[in-house]
């Protein structure tokens, strides 16, 4: 494959890409289609915010138990093979749940069981999806693709909530159910039009073992640890979204409409970040960029905690979320780029769980900090401490700021035992 350098919007000339990523935009609008209706039906249902809540642990816990497996299969499986069963079931129970709603016998248990069996088939896609992406764009492009594939997210999450509200309110739950149940048709034909062939590497371990093996090779890759520990950083000290309510009710002023506001800053900014970063080419030095952006994304967190200006606020959080995607796009890239194919899917599993870790142990974080010593103080220490440590993580692995994008994969070789 060629390895011209171009900005984002250029990975789009490779046809499988392009195929997986219109793909996946559509899947992923979706599916947040569909977390709106499901938020919205248990709220019908129970009117119980408790009962609400625990759609958040239906949701987590798969990631967390079959995270892990669902590297490994990507790494002993033809991934796009995996695309296609992970994506019929998550036809088939989406499905069930549509019929379900048109029939009137849709029950909280149902929409927990198929939330829980969702999530569980999402974490199982998830490595698959990332560790084929190396295989469709060439080395320079892994940012771009990145980048491209944070953008489609950041909109759908913007975009999706919106127009499932309109759906449900004007329609029904059922329409949106089946909107997101077709979603999936378009991955399913994705894959199986996606003509570039992984490259097989020979596996002889199995279960557990790989598991292991994984973390073997994780553990021995210092750069790797160091991309997922600055990720579970920023996000850790970061995570500030159930502070929200206090800021617009109390501190900001303005109720609900702020909230709207204060929710939907973040994404706006991930958006334009995601946009602005997608006309520049993958940097010879992507750990620089990187650490930047994880250190500009503190400032903005600890900018927001101290104002008390709803606009200063809004451009805070903003700049949080630009400076978040660009990060993220860079990280992504940087693990595929050291991580070997026969252990991507593993370690795309591992990245997802650090990722997925970090804001639910974060949030915990925030709000016992705020009732101890009050939501602006507690948000503005956690922007403190992802600078802190973020330099920290620096100092420890020192080479990360050597590595640069055309070199080979620094692997240890411990990680081979």
């Known amino acids: 494959m060629s390895d011209r350098r171009g900005h984002a919007f250029s990975t789009l000339r490779f046809r499988d ?20 209706a499901i938020t919205w039906h248990v709220f019908e249902l129970t009117g119980d915010l408790f009962q609400l809540g625990l759609l958040g642990l239906f949701r987590f816990v798969p990631v967390l138990v079959f995270g892990l497996l669902g590297g490994v299969i990507a790494d002993h499986r033809d991934r796009r093979m995996v695309l296609i069963f992970t994506h019929l079931a998550l036809l088939a129970s989406t499905s069930t749940l549509a019929a379900a709603t048109l029939a009137g016998e849709a ?10 069996i969702s999530s569980t088939f999402n974490a199982m896609a998830g490595p698959a999806r990332q ?12 940012a771009g693709a990145a980048t491209m594939a944070n953008l489609s997210m950041q909109a759908a999450m913007v ?3 919106a127009i499932g509200g309109v759906i449900i309110a004007q329609t029904s ?22 003509r570039t062939r992984q490259e097989r590497v020979p596996i002889t371990e199995r279960g557990l073992s790989a598991i292991k093996a994984g973390f073997v090779f994780l553990w021995h890759t210092p750069i790797l640890l160091a991309v997922m520990s600055l990720d579970f950083i920023a996000t850790f000290f970061g995570a500030i979204t159930n502070l929200m309510p206090i800021f617009a009710g109390e501190i900001l002023g303005g109720g609900a409409n702020s909230l709207g506001l204060l929710v939907s800053a973040p994404a706006a900014g991930a958006i334009l970040g995601s946009l ?25 967190i600890v900018g ?14 903003a700049g949080s979320g630009a400076a978040d995607s660009i990060s993220m796009a860079l990280r992504h890239a940087i693990r595929n780029l050291i991580t070997p194919n026969a252990f991507r899917g593993r370690i795309a599993a591992a990245h997802s769980a650090f990722a997925m870790g970090g804001p639910q142990l974060g949030e915990f974080r925030a709000g016992a900090m705020a009732s101890w010593i009050g939501a602006p103080a507690a948000v503005a220490i956690g922007g403190v401490d992802t600078i802190l440590g973020t330099i920290a993580m620096v100092r420890l692995v020192p080479t990360m700021l050597r590595y640069r994008s055309t070199e080979e994969a620094p692997v240890a070789e411990a990680a081979s035992a």
């Open 107 to 116: 029950s909280v248990g149902l929409i927990y069981s198929i939330t829980f």
């Open 131 to 142: 560790a084929l992406i190396p295989h469709l764009v060439p080395r320079s492009s892994l």
């Open 276 to 300: 602005v970063f997608g006309l520049f080419t993958m940097p010879q030095r992507p750990w620089f960029g990187m650490v930047a952006c994880v250190i500009a994304y503190g400032a903005c």
């Open 304 to 317: 927001f905690g101290l104002t008390d200006n709803i606009w200063l606020a809004l451009l805070f959080l």
């Open 173 to 194: 739950l059922a329409l949106a159910y089946i909107i997101d149940a077709t979603s999936f048709i378009a991955v399913i034909a994705a894959a199986l039009l996606i």
């Open 159 to 161: 975009a999706g909530p």
């Open 17 to 36: 890409f392009r195929l997986l990523w219109f793909a996946d935009s559509v899947s992923i609008l979706g599916t947040q289609i569909q977390r709106m």
